[in-house]
């Protein structure tokens, strides 16, 4: 068996005369993304999840009502109170809506880091004004391109967009696996931002994805116990 253009393939013919030809196709066919999981490709099962939150999409009032509330969450989680480097993003219309959350942290005085992003990944970048942010790729409002690029390796905390995410902590993005690469080696504390109807029970997980140390949603936050014992969090209700 194997992965063929999303499908799942059996080779018929007889092994001792065909052998080389099979591994040459799955040599040429294979991708990380089509990782075959019975009769099935991860990516295919990704793809269906992300399709069933876009219906789940919440009207104006209700976005609006859950955002007030998981920036309320982040408001007392110790870990915001203390960082004095916080690396964010500036969500799109269907995401929580933290943009007050962000003017606070620039009225505290501290460093905001907010992604930019190329066909080389997210770069991220401080930012002193949120009237600064421009357009970018996906209609992404990005930093301007004269800001200062600071390496994610500085931030305290790392709030994380997301589609979903499961009660181990595995995140579902958009599918570019930009969060994935940039995450990969960070020390600081990745925290999902989720609303409610994006806690999951399940995400089909693929070896290049990058799991969260906690997330929040309007009515709590969540640490890994992983985490707690490696780092001292407490878990909040």
């Known amino acids: 068996w194997f992965c063929w253009d999303g499908r799942v393939q059996k080779a018929l013919m007889p092994r001792s005369s065909h052998h080389g030809l099979i591994r040459l196709a799955m040599k040429s066919y294979w991708h990380p993304q089509h990782v075959c999981r019975g009769y099935g490709c991860m990516s295919e099962e990704k793809a269906a999840l992300r399709k069933s939150l876009r219906k789940q999409r919440f009207s104006t009032v209700q976005l609006q009502a859950e955002s007030?509330?998981?920036?309320?969450?982040?408001?007392?989680?110790?870990?915001?109170?203390?960082?004095?480097?916080?690396?964010?993003?500036?969500?799109?219309?269907?995401?929580?809506?933290?943009?007050?959350?962000?003017?606070?942290?620039?009225?505290?005085?501290?460093?905001?880091?907010?992604?930019?992003?190329?066909?080389?990944?997210?770069?991220?970048?401080?930012?002193?004004?949120?009237?600064?942010?421009?357009?970018?790729?996906?209609?992404?409002?990005e930093p301007p391109e004269d800001a200062l690029q600071v390496p994610l390796e500085q931030a305290e905390l790392i709030l994380v967009p997301l589609e979903a995410v499961d009660r181990r902590g595995n995140r579902l993005g958009k599918g570019g696996g930009y969060y994935d690469r940039a995450l990969r080696t960070v020390q600081g504390f990745c925290m999902g931002v989720a609303l409610s109807y994006q806690v999951v029970d399940r995400i089909p997980v693929e070896e290049s994805d990058r799991a969260l140390d906690g997330w929040v949603t309007p009515e709590y936050r969540h640490i890994l116990t992983k985490v707690r014992e490696q780092h001292g969090h407490e878990e909040e209700p």
């Open 68 to 141: 007030a509330c998981i920036c309320e969450q982040l408001r007392k989680l110790p870990l915001f109170q203390q960082a004095r480097c916080i690396a964010a993003y500036m969500p799109l219309p269907h995401e929580a809506q933290i943009q007050p959350l962000l003017s606070e942290i620039l009225a505290d005085g501290k460093c905001l880091l907010l992604p930019s992003v190329s066909d080389n990944g997210l770069t991220f970048h401080q930012v002193s004004r949120l009237q600064s942010l421009r357009e970018g790729q996906f209609r992404v409002m």
